[in-house]
């Protein structure tokens, strides 16, 4: 299929319930190897919820120290001692990986990030057939680097107008970026109790909707369990919404990214914009 990220440019807006909860079911719907790279570094509910056994991570191979094989686990939830999940892995996130830097190195640091991550997503496209990254709810330099390896971007927000205008804002701010497309949107946490129409129409500026997802208390109640709402309750409302999402996900044809290209050209317009608030 491809590498899509998932973003959400607000916190609390569900991002890494939709990541966990479509990548489990794309595992179940596609006899072929997944994997999900937790590349939220600062909260890791991927890691904590999927993969909290573990020895290296992202962060050690981002910074050198280890290979991406050695960071890649199977996905440990299970039932009865058998694995619930046997064709999902998981790369955990670990710590930050943007270490304190002075201002003029930060082009640097991009440029050898970009090197990194393109000779990992390259060597991981042969052994994946689905690669799904749950991004930092926030616009940073880890950010940029973790939307700018996938094919396409899948957006979450919710039903308010400070989300939809947040996500519209960073997926016009990427296109120009990057030249990155937009696999869709997903409306989460939609209350049974409002009149949803309105709220469809402006995500629509967004992406092509992929679906809505509903206010749904088992989400809570499986996080507060520490496992995705899908492993926990895949009955549930929320759990068989994002079930349609993966469904669309599978039939989309996705162009593999041109990372190198992509990054150079954010790097350029980067330091364009530096070099312009300089003078």
């Known amino acids: 299929m491809g590498v899509i990220s998932i973003s959400g440019t607000k916190g609390g807006t569900g991002k890494s319930t939709v990541a966990m909860g479509v990548t489990i079911w794309i595992s179940k719907l596609r006899p072929k190897p997944i994997l999900l790279i937790d590349g939220d570094l600062h909260v890791r509910s991927v890691e904590l919820k999927m993969c909290p056994v573990r020895d290296v991570t992202l962060t050690d191979v981002l910074a050198g120290k280890k290979s991406w094989e050695d960071a890649v686990y199977a996905c440990e939830l ?15 996130a670990g710590g930050r990986f943007l270490p304190p830097m002075k201002a ?9 990030t970009r ?16 690669i799904i990254i749950d991004t930092p709810a926030s616009i940073s330099y880890e950010h940029i680097i973790l939307i700018a390896v996938a094919d396409q971007v899948l957006y979450v927000c919710e039903p308010n107008d400070d989300s939809i205008k947040a996500t519209l804002a960073t997926a016009q701010g990427l296109m120009r970026l990057m030249e990155i497309e937009p696999a869709g949107v997903v409306l989460n946490r939609v209350p049974g109790s409002i009149d949803v129409k309105p ?7 967004i992406a092509p909707l992929l679906g809505t ?13 520490n496992l995705p709402v899908v492993a926990a309750y895949p009955d549930s409302p929320a759990s068989l919404a994002m079930k349609e999402v993966a469904k669309k996900l599978l039939r989309l044809k996705l162009k593999p990214a041109e990372l190198p290209k992509r990054l150079d050209l954010a790097i350029k317009k980067v330091a364009a914009r530096v070099e312009a608030e300089r003078t």
């Open 199 to 205: 709220w469809l129409e402006k995500v629509s500026k």
């Open 115 to 130: 090197r990194i991550f393109s000779r990992m997503i390259s060597d991981l496209r042969g052994k994946f057939d689905t």
């Open 213 to 225: 997802v509903p206010d749904d208390d088992s989400v809570g109640d499986a996080f507060r369990d």
């Open 78 to 92: 299970e039932s009865e001692g058998e694995l619930l999940y046997p064709r999902l892995a998981v790369l955990p």
């Open 104 to 112: 003029d190195s930060h082009l640097a640091y991009l440029d050898l």
